[in-house]
């Protein structure tokens, strides 16, 4: 298995539409085993493939108290949704930025598994929620987009004041 690098907003590339998986073969076992070792190495709770710069219609997440229960979804649909909610949400492309986003409360979703199997669920709550805000990066959406255009753009400053930090201090802790 290998760790996957992870894009960061504005990286224009997480805009991109994903298409659907067609090839249920041993490249997408290792796929979603790279995804989902992604995921736990970053400590998140969810990982589309549109964020490791990968545009297929798939996602991994582990929204279990212990981290212990990994799922996968290819080619998801939500057949229904009902109920709202509103839930700080944060992202592995978007770190350390936290906002409070409206979704349905109750979805049903239809995917396949890693080999190609159909399956259909009811979800509801933080599973709900995480299932929808990984489907949204299938469609080059970002939680950020439903932030008001002067939020998006403080989002923005922020991370850049972060990785110039960041990599000022990397330099200073440089060993030659």
Do not use: W
């Amino acid at each position: 298995m290998a760790k996957l690098n992870i894009l960061e907003f504005p990286d224009p590339r997480l805009t991109t539409v994903a298409t659907d998986v067609e090839n249920f073969d041993a490249d997408l076992k290792t796929l979603v085993e790279d995804m989902t070792e992604t995921m736990y190495a970053a400590n998140g709770i969810g990982l589309a493939a549109t964020q490791v710069n990968i545009h297929k219609r798939l996602l991994v997440l582990d929204v279990s108290e212990n981290q212990d229960q990994p799922r996968v979804y290819i080619n998801p649909q939500i057949m229904s949704q009902s109920g709202e909610q509103s839930c700080e949400e944060g992202c592995l492309s978007v770190p350390g930025i936290y906002a409070s986003v409206e979704r349905a409360e109750n979805i049903t979703v239809t995917a396949c598994d890693v080999d190609g199997k159909t399956f259909e669920e009811e979800l509801e709550g933080l599973h709900a929620v995480c299932v929808q805000h990984e489907m949204d990066h299938l469609i080059g959406r970002l939680f950020v987009d439903y932030l008001s255009p002067l939020k998006r753009n403080i989002v923005r400053k922020k991370l850049q004041k972060q990785r110039k930090i960041a990599a000022k201090e990397a330099a200073e802790h440089l060993v030659i």
